[in-house]
């Protein structure tokens, strides 16, 4: 493996200093390392279960319809409403971020999430998993960058606590395990608020008691990690609020479903302002009342920067947009091995790695031309073109390592993430030390049986920030002619930016006692050759 480095000025980063010392901005240096080996695409492919995707407009501040699949007849607006029925598995999907227009606005928005069955005998739909969370129960904590999570009780936002649940195969108990609707009746399956101040209240459909405190999550919950690179235009009201000091309250939910139906239904995500009570206080918004928006309504706004065209190549600058529609696609189940005919994966030789891409989208593949973003059977017009990211979707990864070499080898496996990089000659770039921005916040569950033979699962949450080149999320002394499976699965968590690396590295000489997760030493870093300034 030839890894070479190049030092220069990164980046400024400007400190806080008192109002009287004008004082330059420090400069960090960061150096770019370049690890050569070989990049591969992923085996495997997606399933076809279909996902209810509802992530555009991400930022919601009045009512209207996210996502609609229902029939457009008899609609106040027919292009809000796609026309498209989930029968079978399928999941639904939901990110998105309330936002008041001013410091003063502390009113509630609702996520409601609406089943419709079209035909002539009940349906049941079965809930096979579903977990929600809101930023407030989900603070974005700033954690090392492998911190291990055998309980569950590790995360940062609320996409990471909501996968690191569904992974763990949870479904949260105030939502039902099946619900029977009605020949061509809706069933209200989410009813849940997305406060902007303090609440006691039922995270599916119930009493708001509310504290006037005002809730101001993390910074890092209004300005999620993104794909796309919108900038977020100031209004007026927002610089005023900036001038008082007073931040705007904003609070996001991120939810996961895994569902089937034994008959058609329908699906459709709206919002809305909490309906207003005598005395000033709130309520839950009834059936009936998103069932006349569902009617009546039309597309949320304001609505997010479109996408570019895919196959446009020409413009700089690329922007992904924001989905809303029904994806392709629930898990990607893959067998890493040498060929599709082998049933082994030889290990790197001494001293060598290769990687495997994770969650890729389009112009940034690491150079292997693969694009893993889910399709969209069906979206708006302004939306992206394909669920970039595969938020919410689990990869099960399955390494049969083996050692063809005539000793023991150790071996690592690492989470990474490189900078982008299109280049066909399998370079990966990263910085030392890494970016500010953080890329990846989430929980990787790893099972394989250890060098004394024992079975071992482990949960580690990774904080990964953009150029991290990661620590081993474990060692294998593998002895000669040895074989042991790995496994690693996640779900791509929602506030992350794609795309990842999995690498599986040989050291140059083994090394004993160290044969399982171990968050307290730092990785081995690869050898590298400083160039002056």
Known sequence: MLTFLVFFPFAQITLPTPPAVNTPPPTIRRTEVVQSHEVRSLPGQLDEVPVFNSNSPELIQSEGILLSTFPPDGKRSPAAHLDFSFEGRFDIFAHHVARGVNAADTRTRYLGIVLYNPGRAPVTVDVLQAVSYLSQEAPFHDLPPYVANPLGTVYSGPGSRTTNDILR?????????????????????????????????????????????????????????????????????????????????????????????????????????????????????????????????????????????????????????????????????????????????????????????????????????????????????????????????????????????????????????????????????????PDDRIFFRGTVRLRYNDDLGISQTRYLHLVQRRGQQGQPLMRLNVPRGDRRLVQVEFLYPPDATPPQVLTVRTLDRPRDGFSSTDTSRPGVTPEIVEQPE
């Open 169 to 433: 195969g949870q479904r949260q108990p105030y939502f039902p395990a099946h619900v029977v609707i009605p020949p061509r009746r809706t069933y209200l399956l989410v009813n849940s608020p997305i406060p902007l101040r303090r609440l006691n209240y039922s995270p599916v459909n119930g009493a708001i008691l509310p504290d006037p405190t005002p809730l101001i999550p993390s910074a890092n919950a209004a300005t999620p990690p993104s794909s796309n690179g919108d900038v977020n235009s100031t209004s007026a009201s927002e610089n005023e609020t900036l001038r008082l000091n007073r931040p705007i309250p904003i609070n996001g939910r991120s939810l996961l479903m895994h569902l089937s139906s034994d008959g058609p239904v329908y699906v459709a995500s709206l919002t809305m302002p909490a309906p207003l009570i005598l005395g000033g206080g709130e309520r839950a918004p009834s059936q009936a009342e998103w069932q006349a928006l569902l009617e009546q309504g039309q597309l949320a706004e304001p609505r997010d920067r479109p996408p570019t065209l895919p196959n446009v190549r020409s413009i700089e600058r690329y922007y992904y947009g924001r989905v809303a529609g029904v994806a392709q696609g629930s898990q990607w189940e893959a067998q890493l091995t040498d060929s599709p005919q082998s049933d082994r994966l030889s290990i790197p030789s001494p001293g060598d790695a290769f990687s495997y891409v994770l969650s890729t989208v389009d112009r940034n593949t690491f150079g292997t031309g693969q694009i893993q973003s889910a399709p969209l059977l069906t979206r708006y017009p302004d939306t992206a073109y394909r669920a970039h990211g595969n938020y919410g979707i689990q990869y099960n990864l399955r390494l049969p390592l083996y050692n063809n070499t005539d000793e023991t080898q150790t071996v690592e496996l690492l989470f990474q993430t490189p900078l982008q990089n299109e280049q066909p000659q399998g370079n990966l770039r990263f910085l030392d030390p």
